[in-house]
């Protein structure tokens, strides 16, 4: 079965860190570039970043710029998104997406071929 799985979620106060992983079951992530979304609470899902599938480029939505870095050992067929100062804006379901090819999408492109199932961050004061 191929699919995507995050992992690293939790609850964290503002201004704590959380480094989420998204790893594949039943393909390699190599050859993928990696988006990251976020559901929050009431709203529609948005993009937040990505990363190209040899790492050479990023992408992050103005929001997280500086917060929020990708990261990726293909070796080890892992993607990482490190988290700082994170805000109760920050509060969500996040997801990691993959799709083939070389290059790096729009941030607010969707049309990956694996979507993960999420896992929940909550941000509370």
């Known amino acids: 079965q191929l699919q995507l799985v995050e992992s690293g979620g939790g609850l964290v106060q503002p201004g704590g860190s959380l480094r989420l992983s998204c790893t594949a079951s039943g393909f390699t992530l190599e050859n993928y570039a990696i988006g990251w979304f976020r559901q929050a609470p009431g709203k529609e899902r948005e993009g937040v970043s990505c990363?190209?599938?040899?790492?050479?480029?990023?992408k992050y939505v103005d929001s997280v710029k500086g917060r929020f870095t990708l990261s990726r050992d293909n070796a080890k067929n892992m993607v990482y998104k490190q988290m700082n100062s994170l805000k109760l804006d920050d509060t969500g379901v996040y997801y990691c997406?993959?799709?083939?090819?070389?290059?790096?999408?729009?941030?607010?492109?969707?049309?990956?071929?694996?979507w993960g199932q999420g896992t929940q961050i909550t941000v509370y004061s």
């Open positions: 990363i190209s599938r040899s790492a050479g480029s990023t």
């Open positions: 997406a993959a799709g083939y090819g070389p290059g790096l999408p729009p941030i607010e492109w969707e049309e990956y071929d694996f």
